[in-house]
């Protein structure tokens, strides 16, 4: 490729792409480079989609930095992005004294974390905002401010508005080898070579690999796996909050929530593992799961399980977001963002142009009108195309032949079958694909390609 770029940033995933965006709405002339055949193919496929408010985050952290901007950008630029918000609020429930002792030491971190709207709920509080819930919770703390999104939408809109300003995607693109010469970067992909004065490494799972292409890394990925289960969706019905337990310094444990796509799930588990591609589910973990949900909600017993899945987390050894730049090297770092990305990413794409403007070159102070890049709603709270008619052909998730022509179309087509799921809801539902997945993949090939 002759073409030369200001910026190659390395890796679709929502924090990649949050910066491509961010940098491309700033005049810069900006490429992404991703190994998989549709964006979101490492840790961004597969979380919890909780909008942090950052209270229990460490204080003074980069990552809180980051995740109160991103929140903030986020509620800012959702309406023209037509991207969902699901106000849930949370719960940090307590189920003994000892949890329930610790709930002052967490209001008190949220309060100094800036997070001032937080309240403390006696029992019956309690079971006033949640009826269902055990009657085995002694307390809780309410944080309003929580809430649910689509994990897929956001980045998908981010990826949109950064090629409305003139960004390039490259997919099937993975970097194999890096050389500098004279003052660019000369990337070797799977399509060919890609030049740049600067590389962002947003390499996510393979963080510390795509470094080593370039540099000695100083970290290592630690892949963390999640495991979820979802229930099916008459159990959305039985919470309104974000159900958190009390945090330990390891991970923010196990979380009962509902779902922006009309489900109620419980995960995610934090499992040290090798795996950085395929996150694998084991039959033990998920019944382990599955009986803590229904300890929490007796209720859910009598509902059916829909879905399983599990994410990978792309932890280092240290808990700290890694973004550095390297001036002599021409090098940005967006590593070991492990548990908040998807909160953080907005909030990160700002402090890393800011690291461009202090290190590689002024960005423009007033920038052009953003150009808006509206995606459509996959929210089960929001009017979804099927409602105004149109041949369904994922019945589960109520997914319209519309919405699968419209998903191979446009700036970003889906790459695959798994890029049409998280574009559309596709056979994510009951049946799992079971019964549509023939119907869907053979509405997506003739979309493609005109084949039937
Ligand atoms: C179980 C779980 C639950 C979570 N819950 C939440 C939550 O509720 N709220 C929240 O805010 N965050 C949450 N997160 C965190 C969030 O999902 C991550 O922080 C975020 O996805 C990290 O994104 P990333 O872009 O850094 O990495 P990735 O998504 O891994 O993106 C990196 C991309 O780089 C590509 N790539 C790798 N190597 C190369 C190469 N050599 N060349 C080209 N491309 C390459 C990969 O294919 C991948 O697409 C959760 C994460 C997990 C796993």
Redesign the pocket.
Same mark, same amino acid.
């Given at each position: 490729m002759s073409e030369r770029f200001d910026i190659a940033v390395?890796?679709? =995933?929502?924090?990649?792409?949050?910066i491509l965006r961010r940098l491309a709405m700033s005049g810069l002339k900006a490429v992404a /480079?991703? $190994? =998989?055949a549709d964006? /979101?193919?490492?840790?961004? $496929? +597969?979380? *919890?989609?909780?909008?942090?408010t950052g209270f229990d985050a460490p204080p003074k952290s980069l990552e809180l930095k980051c995740?109160q901007a991103?929140y903030a950008e986020y509620l800012d630029i959702r309406q023209n992005l037509n991207l969902p918000l699901l106000e849930t609020s949370a719960i940090i429930a307590a189920w003994n004294e000892e949890e329930k002792a610790k709930l002052e030491g967490i209001e008190k971190k949220a309060r100094a974390n800036g997070v001032n709207d937080v309240k403390q709920l006696s029992p019956t509080e309690l079971r006033i905002r949640e009826p269902q819930l055990s009657r085995n919770a002694l307390g809780g703390l309410l944080v309003p401010g929580e809430h649910v999104?689509d @994990?897929w939408s956001a980045?998908l809109a981010y990826a949109h508005q950064a090629i409305a300003h003139g960004a390039k995607i490259i997919r099937k693109?993975?970097?194999?080898a890096a050389r500098f010469e004279k003052d660019a970067w000369h990337l070797t992909?799977a399509q060919g070579e890609v030049t740049a004065r600067i590389v962002i490494n947003?390499? +996510?799972?393979?963080?510390d690999?795509?470094e080593a292409?370039a540099r000695t890394p100083s970290f290592e990925v630690k892949p #963390? $796996?999640?495991?979820?289960v979802v229930f099916d969706k008459p159990a959305a019905k039985l919470l309104r909050a974000i159900l958190l337990p009390v945090p330990t310094a390891r991970t $923010?444990g196990v979380?009962l929530?509902r779902t922006i796509f009309g489900n109620l799930a419980i +995960? @995610?588990?934090?499992e040290e593992t090798d795996e950085r591609e395929n996150?694998t589910t084991d039959t033990a973990t998920l019944e382990k799961l599955k009986a803590r949900a229904i300890e929490m909600l007796p209720a859910l017993k009598d509902v059916d399980v829909t879905a399983l899945y599990? =994410?990978? #987390?792309?932890a280092t050894q240290q808990s700290e977001y890694i973004i550095e730049a390297d001036e002599k090297q021409n090098w940005i770092t967006?590593? +070991?963002? #492990? *548990?908040?990305?998807?909160?953080?990413?907005l909030g990160?794409a700002q402090h890393v142009s800011a690291l461009y403007a202090k290190h590689f070159g002024k960005l423009p102070k007033k920038l052009p009108p953003p150009k808006w890049t509206p995606v459509p709603n996959l929210a089960e709270h929001a009017i979804r195309p099927y409602m105004k008619g149109g041949e369904i052909i994922c019945h589960c998730e109520w997914v319209t032949r519309g919405e699968i022509e419209a998903a191979t179309k446009g700036p970003l087509p889906a790459g695959d079958l798994a890029g049409l799921k998280r574009r559309t809801r596709a056979t994510m539902g009951r049946c799992q694909g079971f019964y549509c997945a023939q119907h869907v993949s053979a509405a997506f090939e003739k979309a493609k390609h005109g084949a039937s």
């Open positions: 390395i890796g679709c =995933g929502v924090v990649g792409l949050a /480079l991703e $190994k =998989g964006i /979101l193919s490492g840790a961004s $496929k +597969g979380n *919890s989609a909780l909008l942090h995740m991103g999104i @994990p980045p693109a993975e970097v194999t992909t947003a390499a +996510g799972l393979y963080g690999k795509v292409l #963390r $796996k999640g495991q979820f $923010k979380v929530f +995960g @995610p588990t934090a996150a599990a =994410g990978l #987390r792309p967006a590593a +070991g963002i #492990r *548990s908040t990305g998807l909160t953080g990413s990160i």
